[in-house]
C-alpha cells in the first residue's frame, strides 16, 4: 500500500512510519502511511478522496494499544494541534478530540465545572468517548452530550450517546470513523474544592498505580457484573487485579514484559519487550486465570496489527 498514491494533503503524510514511539508501550512495527492532518477539512478531503478499500485507523496518544511487531497495514491518524481546543460555556465543556484528559478536566475544574473523573485517566478525549473511560464511579457517558466524527466517506456527522451505544469500556462506531471533538456536562463546583479532589485523585493513582512504568493502564476489564459502573447495581466483589492475584501471577514476566508487583493489572515493558511478548504474557495471564478461578478476562488494551513475520 505504501507505494499506492494519496490524495494530495496540507497536514503531513508520511509513509512506513514506525509507530512504537507514539505508544505508551514503546512496541509496534510501521504503519503503510500515517496521515496527521492539519485540521478537520483537510480531514475531510483526505477521507473523501482516499480508495475506499484503504483501512483507516484512528489512533490517539497511544495510551492504550499495543500495535503488533509486524505494523500495520492501513492509514493510521493521528490528530495533532488542529484538534486539541478546549472551551467552556457554562457548565458544558468541548473538547477537540486530541486535548488530553487530563487537560480537559483541570480547565473545566478552573472555570468551576466537575468533570475531574477525567484527570487521573490516560490518553486523549477522543480515545475516552470511544472506550467509554471512566473513573471513581463516573464515566465519559454520564457526561457526553454530544460527539463530533468524520466518517470513512469524509462527511461530518453529530453522534449522540444513543448513537454510541456506550456499555463497560466500550462504544460503538463504525469502522474507519474519526472523532475530532465532544461536549460535555459538568456538575457547578468551587474551583478550589475540584482542585483539591484531583489532587487527592492523583496521590491515591500514584500510590497504588505504577505511573512511572511504560504501561497502558489497566490491561483486563473488570469481569463481566463486577465493573465499577458506578451506578445503583454496582458490585465491587471482583476485580481483575484480584482474580490475576489470587492466581499467583503478580510479577510474572515473559521477556522483556512484566505484571507490575506494584499492580498486578498492569502490563509493563521493563525495557526491550516486543509486542509480542507483552500480548503473549497478556494471554497466559487469561489462561492461568480461568484455570485458577473459571474467570475469562477480556482485554482492556486494543491489540492491532500483524505479528512480526516468521
Same mark, same amino acid.
Given at each position: 500500500? =505504501? =507505494? ?24 509496534? !512495527? ?49 490528530? !495533532? ?8 460555556? !457554562? ?55 454530544? =460527539? ?163
Amino acid at each position: 500500500m =505504501a =507505494a499506492m498514491t494519496m490524495p494530495a494533503v496540507r497536514g503531513t503524510l508520511t509513509p512506513n512510519r514506525a509507530l512504537s514511539d507514539l505508544t505508551w508501550l514503546r512496541v509496534g !512495527g510501521p504503519a503503510d502511511w500515517l496521515f496527521q492532518p492539519a485540521d478537520e477539512d483537510d480531514l475531510k478531503a483526505f477521507l473523501g478522496a482516499l480508495d475506499p478499500s484503504v483501512p483507516v485507523f484512528p489512533m490517539g496518544v497511544g495510551s492504550n494499544l499495543i500495535v503488533r511487531d509486524g505494523g500495520m497495514r492501513a492509514v493510521v491518524i493521528r490528530l !495533532g494541534r488542529g484538534f486539541n481546543a478546549i472551551s467552556v460555556e !457554562g457548565t458544558r465543556v468541548t473538547a477537540g478530540a486530541a486535548a488530553l484528559d487530563a487537560h480537559v478536566a483541570r480547565r473545566a475544574a478552573e472555570a468551576g465545572v466537575d468533570l475531574t473523573f477525567l484527570r487521573t485517566i490516560p490518553g486523549s478525549i477522543g480515545g475516552a468517548v470511544r472506550m467509554n473511560a471512566g473513573c471513581y464511579g463516573s464515566y465519559t457517558a454520564d457526561h457526553l452530550i454530544q =460527539a463530533r466524527a468524520i466518517t470513512r466517506q469524509g462527511d461530518e456527522m453529530t453522534l449522540t450517546p444513543d448513537d454510541l451505544q456506550f456499555g463497560y469500556r466500550q462504544s460503538h462506531l463504525p469502522e474507519g470513523w474519526v472523532l475530532t471533538e465532544a461536549t460535555f456536562e459538568g456538575m457547578s463546583g468551587d474551583p478550589a474544592d475540584l482542585a483539591a479532589r484531583m489532587e487527592d485523585q492523583l496521590a491515591k493513582r500514584d500510590a497504588t498505580q505504577p505511573v512511572k512504568d511504560r504501561s497502558a493502564g489497566s490491561t483486563f476489564r473488570n469481569p463481566a457484573g463486577y465493573s465499577s459502573t458506578g451506578w445503583a447495581d454496582d458490585t465491587h466483589e471482583m476485580k481483575a487485579w484480584a482474580v490475576i492475584d489470587a492466581a499467583g501471577l503478580r510479577g510474572a514476566t515473559r521477556g522483556g514484559a512484566i505484571m507490575s508487583p506494584k499492580h498486578p493489572n498492569f502490563l509493563v515493558n521493563m525495557g526491550g519487550a516486543s509486542a509480542a511478548d507483552l500480548e503473549g504474557l497478556g494471554e497466559e495471564v487469561r489462561k492461568k486465570v480461568f484455570q485458577d478461578s473459571g474467570v475469562l478476562l477480556e482485554w482492556e488494551i486494543m491489540r492491532v496489527g500483524e505479528p512480526a513475520p516468521e
